[in-house]
């Protein structure tokens, strides 16, 4: 393995985190930047992640923990928004049948707490109030100039800082000053066509665990999990006109969202109004939902993960899913430059980055796509969304439909290759498996 390899991560969401913990299982030297002044700050998100991430948290040693504090998810329930169920569907429970692991919700704040207290040395490798604010490259690597003056050198940086990504900002800076015209982005990829409210409130009760309820209807979907001890719901509103613009939504008008539609029915039998009055306005919040992808996911030592690169809405709940094989796949790619280079040079640099981009981006793609359809079938964007939702699908046969599409995306999906485990298997086999086994 090359000598001198350091590897610096933008961003301790779940996707930077796994990073991490697949960087250690390689024993390749890295620091984590969170620009935030805390690593788990905001509980009010709900996240379901499907049994291919569970498989590489299991990978890493911490699917049991997450076991413990997720709720295996079952059954889906689309309504309307007076209250009409359209249909019921067995959703999760066909996948973990199908693979062995299963569906489990939790807060997305769960989901980073339990990356982070696992995480060797956390306390030297996370470094929180690191804002990223300049990046400069050179043939042996980077230096990434933080907002409180301090410089962190590497040999590559890895932006897994979101949506409003800086790594991708500077990266796409650095392109356009550069000769290579193929590595130029869209300076605005990221259009928002929708906002939405991200909440939880306690558990009622009468609603049972691990449910899945989505409200259909026209310009706005409702989605509701529930788990153990909360109810997470997000109301997803289509904007008026999409918008490139950053903004930060104040309490009033978060207010003023939720109580223009109390008479809509988020579970059946609830309406939005009475899941609201239990619900803690620090447990909520209004954001833009942006929408994107794009070209090039690299420059140089610099290159992109999960929402930087690909960003949808939480309607196909695929986001972080992604996000996390994106990462499985980077490592790979990593470990296996470093095991046949003396160093990192910007050729096996090019090389690692550029076979992660060919390996993923047709799945990203393609989920990417389906999230963008699914955004606009349950808001009703056409009048042939609204007659096949209400009329048709109703007498589909949608479990087999669900699993005509998402079993290749979890059968093909990548693991750790140097982490050997024994995977747990289920109905249909898994493609790919570690290349090193377990003994």
């Not at 413990?68 to 059954?75: A, F, I, L, N």
């Not at 605005?188 to 259909?216: D, K, L, N, W």
Request: glycine share 6%.
């Amino acid at each position: 393995m090359a000598k001198t390899a350091r590897v610096i991560i933008a961003g301790a969401g779940p996707v930077g985190l796994y990073t991490a913990h697949a960087l250690a299982k390689a024993n390749i030297d890295y620091v984590v930047l969170e620009q935030q002044s805390e690593i788990m700050r905001y509980r009010g998100a709900g996240i379901v992640i499907l049994p291919h991430a569970c498989r590489l948290m299991h990978q890493i040693g911490l699917l049991k923990r997450y076991e413990e504090v997720g709720t295996p998810m079952g059954s889906k329930v689309n309504i309307l928004q007076n209250g009409k169920e359209l249909c019921r569907f067995r959703l999760f429970d066909p996948m973990e049948e199908d693979f062995g692991y299963p569906c489990l919700g939790f807060s997305r704040g769960e989901l980073i707490q339990v990356l982070y207290e696992s995480l060797p040395e956390r306390e030297t490798r996370v470094k929180t109030n690191a804002r990223v604010v300049d990046i400069e490259t050179h043939a042996s690597g980077v230096r990434v100039h933080l907002a409180d003056g301090s410089i962190e050198e590497g040999d590559i940086i890895i932006g897994a800082d979101g949506v409003h990504s800086e790594t991708r900002t500077i990266m796409n800076k650095l392109a356009r000053e550069s000769p290579n015209t193929e590595d130029l982005n869209d300076e605005y990829p990221m259009v928002a066509h929708f906002q939405s409210v991200f909440a939880r409130c306690p558990i009622r009760e009468g609603i049972e665990p691990g449910i899945f309820v989505e409200t259909h209807g026209s310009g706005l979907v409702i989605q509701s999990s529930a788990s153990k001890k909360f109810l997470y719901y997000s109301l997803v509103r289509r904007l008026p006109t999409p918008t490139t613009a950053r903004r930060k939504f104040s309490d009033q008008e978060l207010e003023e969202e939720v109580k223009s539609f109390p008479e809509i029915y988020v579970l059946p039998g609830i309406k939005l109004k009475d899941i609201w009055a239990t619900t803690k306005r620090t447990e909520a919040a209004l954001v833009h939902l942006e929408e994107g992808m794009i070209d090039k996911w690299y420059h140089g030592r610099i290159v992109l993960l999960g929402d930087a690169v690909h960003k949808m809405t939480n309607i196909n709940g695929m986001g972080v899913n992604i996000g996390l094989q994106s990462a499985a796949v980077l490592v790979n790619q990593l470990y296996d430059v470093l095991n046949s280079e003396s160093c990192l040079s910007d050729k096996a640099i090019e090389k690692a980055f550029h076979s992660y981009q060919s390996l993923q981006e047709p799945r990203c793609r393609e989920i990417y796509k389906m999230g963008v359809d699914m955004s606009r079938f349950v808001t009703w964007s056409t009048w042939t969304a609204w007659f096949f939702d209400q009329f048709i699908v109703p007498w589909m046969n949608i479990e087999s439909q669900v699993k005509t599409q998402i079993t290749p995306i979890l059968r093909d999906s990548y693991v750790l290759d140097y982490v050997p485990f024994e995977s747990r298997v289920g109905q249909v086999p898994w493609n790919k498996t570690p290349k090193v086994q377990a003994q």
